[in-house]
């Protein structure tokens, strides 16, 4: 009797432990497949910032200190807004990582802070149309 309880508890301990290696794994697998896509995304990011602007995000750190999006992933943010920021950082400055930091600060604070800077400009333009 007590020999079957043993084996009983052992074939439980056993596979318990067995199933805390499969779930391990698949965390583990999860993880890598996880870090693979925000590679990906990144190097997507970096593609296109590096087409359109000349810049390589690769080893990006902020020049400007104190910003809302500072130590943040630049993957954190809508692409198409962040390339319209850096368009529109332009206007105040040369540098154009200091154009994506400016934009990484506006956009952390309003997601989609660029579709309505564009829209609010195409109305004030339709504005002064209609004044003249």
Do not use: C, H
């Given at each position: 009797m007590k020999t079957k309880?043993?084996?009983?508890?052992?074939?439980?301990?056993?596979?318990?432990?067995?199933?805390?290696?499969?779930?391990?794994t698949d965390y583990t697998s999860g993880q890598v497949?996880?870090?693979q896509k925000?590679?990906?995304?990144?190097?997507?990011y970096r593609e296109a910032i590096k087409y359109l602007y000349q810049i390589d995000i690769a080893n990006?750190?902020?020049?400007?200190?104190?910003?809302?999006?500072?130590g943040k992933p630049i993957t954190n943010y809508d692409l198409a807004q962040?390339?319209?920021?850096?368009k529109e950082e332009r206007d105040h400055?040369?540098?154009?990582m200091v154009a994506l930091e400016l934009a990484m600060d506006h956009l952390e604070h309003?997601?989609?802070?660029?579709?309505h800077l564009v829209r609010m400009e195409k109305q004030k333009a339709s504005e002064k149309l209609l004044a003249e």
């Open positions: 309880l043993f084996l009983q508890i052992a074939a439980i301990v056993i596979s318990g432990f067995a199933f805390m290696l499969v779930v391990n497949r996880q870090d925000r590679d990906n995304k990144f190097e997507v990006f750190k902020d020049k400007i200190s104190g910003g809302l999006a500072d962040l390339l319209e920021g850096i400055t040369n540098d154009n309003f997601p989609d802070y660029y579709t």
